[in-house]
């Protein structure tokens, strides 16, 4: 699969992730550089948000959008992206963020394969979206086509009307 990323083409690494699927369970490390793992949630619907990086506008927008519409809702929200721990802290603290999971994958780069997200070349996660039933089954997935656009919200949001 390819996305337009900087106006280029360029290729995703990994496996595809299609609706129907069952997500990989993964290993990323979260704002104290401990472990995570995606089968330490709980059993609910949860949402996955691959970024490129918390410091891009974009990025920033799509992630602040989303704590925002999940602030009074039960369900996870995790975002991973390359970013150190400390990027993804600061920006925790500057939004007052207490509901969306910020992970790294610096430092066992097994999302980004798992998931199909990584951009080849560049080391970076491209944009894509995963919405999980409580058994992590794919209900939906959207990989966006041009990194620099932010995802459906009205499709994504569907999912999660009560």
Request: some cysteine; glycine content about 6%.
């Given at each position: 699969?390819?996305?337009?990323f900087?106006?280029?083409?360029?290729?995703?690494?990994?496996?595809?992730?299609?609706?129907?699927?069952?997500?990989?369970?993964?290993?990323?490390?979260d704002?104290?550089?401990?472990?995570f793992?995606?089968?330490?949630?709980?059993?609910?619907?949860?949402?996955?948000?691959?970024?490129?990086?918390i410091?891009?506008?974009?990025?920033?927008?799509?992630?602040t959008?989303?704590?925002?519409?999940?602030s009074?809702?039960?369900?996870?929200?995790?975002?991973?992206?390359?970013?150190l721990?400390?990027?993804?802290?600061r920006?925790?603290?500057?939004?007052?963020?207490?509901k969306?999971?910020?992970?790294?994958?610096?430092?066992?780069?097994?999302?980004?394969?798992?998931?199909?997200?990584?951009?080849?070349?560049?080391?970076?996660?491209?944009?894509?979206?995963?919405v999980?039933?409580?058994?992590n089954?794919?209900?939906?997935?959207?990989?966006v086509?041009?990194v620099?656009h932010?995802?459906?919200y009205?499709?994504?949001?569907?999912f999660?009307?009560?």
């Open positions: 699969m390819k996305v337009k900087g106006g280029n083409d360029v290729n995703l690494i990994g496996n595809e992730i299609k609706v129907g699927d069952i997500f990989p369970d993964f290993k990323a490390v704002l104290d550089f401990n472990d793992l995606l089968s330490s949630l709980p059993k609910t619907k949860k949402l996955i948000l691959s970024i490129p990086s410091d891009t506008g974009v990025c920033e927008t799509e992630t959008k989303f704590m925002n519409y999940f009074n809702k039960n369900y996870p929200v995790i975002v991973i992206s390359q970013d721990p400390f990027a993804l802290s920006w925790c603290a500057i939004r007052n963020n207490k969306i999971q910020t992970l790294s994958e610096f430092k066992y780069k097994d999302f980004g394969k798992k998931a199909g997200v990584l951009l080849e070349g560049s080391e970076l996660l491209t944009r894509a979206v995963f999980l039933d409580e058994n089954k794919v209900l939906y997935v959207d990989y086509k041009v620099g932010e995802p459906n009205e499709e994504i949001l569907k999660f009307e009560d």
